[in-house]
């Protein structure tokens, strides 16, 4: 089993920053391909970013390029969501979610992020 547990999330003004933080334990974190999803009130889960196990290539949805970035942290086994010129349509519960080689998926609680005045 994989254990994730986000944090960060908050309340933050429009054009402000957040950074979201998720730390996966149970399993070897190298190996593991991270990912973050958010789920908008009334809307489904969407894939934000995917980073993979390597750190390598990346894969930004187009809502959020050149405004959010993920890196990895090996000597922590963490995982980040930096979040630059947030706006109200970035509002949602946001998901970590690690994949394992062979594909077996895991995803943490969620961290509510609130975009607002």
């Known amino acids: 089993q994989v254990q994730l547990v986000e944090s960060g999330g908050g309340l933050v003004q429009p054009g402000g920053s957040l950074r979201l933080s998720c730390a996966a334990s149970?399993?070897?974190?190298?190996?593991?391909?991270m990912s973050w999803y958010r789920q908008a009130p009334g809307k489904e889960r969407e894939l934000v970013v995917a980073?993979?196990?390597?750190?390598?290539?990346?894969n930004y949805a187009d809502s959020v390029k050149d405004r959010f970035t993920v890196f990895r942290d090996e000597t922590k086994n963490t995982v980040y969501l930096q979040m630059n010129s947030l706006k109200p349509e970035d509002t949602a519960v946001y998901y970590c979610?690690?994949?394992?080689?062979?594909?077996?998926?895991?995803w943490g609680k969620g961290t509510l992020v609130t975009v607002s005045s």
């Open positions: 979610n690690a994949r394992k080689p062979w594909g077996t998926r895991y």
């Open positions: 149970g399993f070897s974190f190298s190996r593991l391909a």
């Open positions: 980073i993979s196990s390597t750190g390598g290539p990346t």
